[in-house]
């Protein structure tokens, strides 16, 4: 079994070629707006424990710019593309911003935000996790009950390039589907509103 090295957080923080990567990152970040290298950074600052300032900026640069382009998706009337590096940065930026809100007992907001990333992304299995996403909160599922009762963590795929979304759970996404229909037509009723304005 080959063991991995451990990152050795103090030579990094005087580690010039980590260092000069972390401020180029930075540069880049902002010359390209790029929501993909936003998180690259936000890794690289948390691995060499940057004060919480500094990673916050980051955090609100990643989320303000994710909302910018969802907005700029609406109208329009575009996809995410799954498939594609910043897309695929921003749809992950707006759904932990959903559970973020979801966790906060914000369950208005997060399940507007399930609601639109089910919209607005361009990935049917993700487009169903979403829907139960947002069924679960319309049922009035807490975050904790979500979590408990509904997710299956043990099936998480660590190499799934899609694994920041919760798309595993207890029971065939077809089926919660099925047991959460009444909240699933409401949510649909809600998004027809987005389909008419376009």
């Given at each position: 079994?080959?063991?991995?090295?451990?990152?050795?957080?103090?030579?990094?923080?005087?580690?010039?070629?980590?260092?000069?990567?972390?401020?180029?990152?930075?540069?880049?970040?902002?010359?390209?707006?790029?929501?993909?290298?936003?998180?690259?950074?936000?890794?690289?600052?948390?691995?060499?424990?940057?004060?919480?300032?500094?990673?916050?900026?980051?955090?609100?640069?990643?989320?303000?710019?994710?909302?910018?382009?969802?907005?700029?998706?609406?109208?329009?009337?575009e996809k995410f593309n799954m498939t594609d590096?910043?897309?695929?940065?921003?749809?992950?930026?707006?759904?932990?911003?959903?559970?973020?809100?979801?966790?906060?007992?914000?369950?208005?907001?997060?399940k507007e935000i399930f609601l639109v990333l089910?919209?607005?992304?361009?990935?049917?299995?993700?487009?169903?996790?979403?829907?139960?996403?947002?069924?679960?909160?319309?049922?009035?599922?807490?975050?904790?009950?979500?979590?408990?009762?509904?997710?299956?963590?043990?099936?998480?795929?660590?190499?799934?390039?899609?694994?920041?979304?919760?798309?595993?759970?207890?029971?065939?996404?077809?089926?919660?589907?099925?047991?959460?229909?009444?909240?699933?037509?409401?949510?649909?009723?809600?998004?027809?509103?987005?389909?008419?304005?376009?």
């Open positions: 079994m080959q063991q991995t090295p451990e990152i050795h957080v103090e030579e990094l923080k005087k580690d010039p070629e980590f260092l000069a990567n972390i401020k180029r990152l930075e540069e880049e970040c902002k010359e390209e707006q790029s929501i993909a290298k936003g998180y690259q950074l936000l890794d690289a600052q948390l691995i060499i424990e940057a004060p919480e300032e500094e990673i916050n900026e980051i955090f609100t640069f990643i989320v303000n710019n994710a909302f910018d382009r969802l907005a700029q998706k609406l109208s329009d009337g590096e910043e897309d695929k940065a921003t749809a992950r930026a707006i759904y932990e911003h959903g559970i973020q809100r979801y966790s906060e007992n914000d369950k208005k907001g997060a089910n919209y607005t992304i361009d990935h049917e299995e993700l487009q169903d996790a979403m829907m139960v996403h947002a069924a679960a909160v319309m049922a009035g599922n807490s975050f904790e009950d979500f979590i408990e009762n509904l997710v299956d963590v043990s099936a998480v795929d660590a190499n799934d390039p899609l694994a920041f979304f919760i798309q595993t759970f207890t029971q065939p996404t077809d089926i919660l589907l099925t047991m959460f229909a009444k909240q699933v037509k409401e949510g649909k009723e809600e998004l027809r509103v987005l389909d008419e304005s376009k």
